[in-house]
């Protein structure tokens, strides 16, 4: 990142930081990717929260986070390894979060729902006090709204609106990242059936941006609202998903969940290829792919893998496609991240009952004005 923005985020977030103090400091974990637009929103968590401990998002197929931005952060902060084998056991959760914060009040910052199968144990054993969770990942969302109670608060920032313009782009990066590399085998988009895994709102970013390039495209959704939705916007839609997942030569995973598993690869058509949105937790689960197909290399962010009767190539080994940063770093992540610092005060300062929440309509018109002073209106 170059200094000038990093300067401007770091302007940003002191002000965000500066609003949204709250009363009553508590202690933090925090789930995050680590990479360098991301070192600016780990230090802001550290002024307006005791930041115990950085757990660093796993990224399928590349290294676990930046080096560099890593140790920028383990300067400041503990930063200790995230698993999800790990943190699926609630003694082994309690444990951690008593070494690193025993009897204090703690907001738990997940991304992913790291926390949910741990919650209620947390909340009934731990020392200190859980004040609440902010959840950032669509993901995790869904695995905190499907439980009928919840034992404390949790502030949801995956679905707000101002995510729509990350997630427009992100749509655009996907279709970009395809062009490109299909270039190389003297293809586009255009030229394959896509079908969209998922028609949330970056599912419907995806279908979009490939639409606009003359794709056709599919959608496959187990919910009947979204297809219904899918089909008003003029995609195809279809209810057997093995049959679709047989006439698709372009495949976007955008569910929010494991969209694919070892044994729906071999249904693919031979070179279809494979891309993700959403995070690491949903990365396709190779583990069920037959033994019989080999590994090798095609580009640098390519894989083939390849049996005697059947081949498909799988874009960074299932890591989400992110946002093209070209010469500068992209924006419109830290409206969200100011949105967990505004989660982050009503948990530590308000009383909020034991639901799911948004943050309110008000805090977000101020971040949007915030954002707009730093970023567009100069």
């Known amino acids: 990142m170059k200094t000038g923005e990093r300067a401007r985020l770091e302007a940003y977030f002191a002000r965000t930081a500066w609003e949204f103090a709250p009363s009553l400091v508590p202690s933090s974990l925090l789930v995050t990717r680590l990479a360098p637009e991301r070192v600016p929103f780990v230090r802001v968590v550290g002024t307006v929260s005791r930041l ?8 399928p197929g590349a290294a676990r986070g930046d080096g560099a931005a890593k140790r920028e952060v383990e300067r400041l902060f503990a930063v200790d390894e995230l698993s999800r084998e790990r943190f699926a056991d609630p003694g082994t959760v309690l444990t951690y979060l008593e070494t690193r914060a025993a009897g204090e009040p703690v907001v738990l910052l997940d991304a992913g729902g790291c926390f949910a199968p741990s919650l209620d144990v947390l909340c009934e054993r731990f020392s200190g006090t859980v004040l609440g969770v902010v959840e950032d990942s669509d993901s995790g969302h869904r ?4 439980r009928e109670k919840l034992p404390c608060p949790v502030v949801s920032v ?3 609106p101002l995510r729509e313009p990350e997630e427009f782009l992100l749509g655009q990066s996907v279709v970009s990242a395809a062009e490109a ?4 085998w003297r293809e586009t988009p255009d030229a394959r059936p896509a079908l969209v895994l998922g028609f949330g709102r970056l599912g419907g970013a995806v279908a979009s941006a490939l639409s606009a390039r003359g794709a056709r495209v599919t959608v496959y959704d187990t919910d009947p609202e979204r ?3 899918a089909l008003a916007r003029g995609y195809g839609v279809v209810a057997d998903r093995e049959a679709a997942l047989g006439a698709a030569a372009l495949v976007v995973c955008a569910s929010g969940a494991i969209a694919l598993r070892g044994e729906d690869f071999p249904v693919l058509p031979d070179g279809a290829f494979v891309t993700t949105v959403t995070g690491p937790a949903e990365a396709p689960d190779l583990s069920g792919l037959p033994e019989e197909y080999g590994r090798y290399t095609a580009t640098r962010h390519v894989t083939r893998y390849e049996s005697a009767e059947h081949y498909f190539y799988l874009h960074d080994a299932g890591a989400a496609v992110g946002v093209p940063r070209g010469a500068g770093a992209d924006p419109y992540p830290c ?3 100011a949105e967990i610092l ?5 948990l530590a300062d308000g009383r909020p009952t034991r639901t799911l929440h948004e943050v309110p309509p008000a805090d977000r ?3 949007a004005a915030l954002w707009l002073h730093y970023y567009s209106e100069r």
């Open 342 to 346: 505004a989660a982050l005060r009503t």
């Open 335 to 337: 409206l969200a991240q």
């Open 52 to 59: 115990r401990g950085v757990l660093p998002e796993p990224e």
């Open 181 to 184: 590399l299909l270039r190389g």
């Open 143 to 146: 695995r905190y709204a499907e």
């Open 227 to 229: 297809r219904a939705r």
């Open 365 to 367: 018109r101020k971040i």
């Open 158 to 160: 995956a679905r707000s």
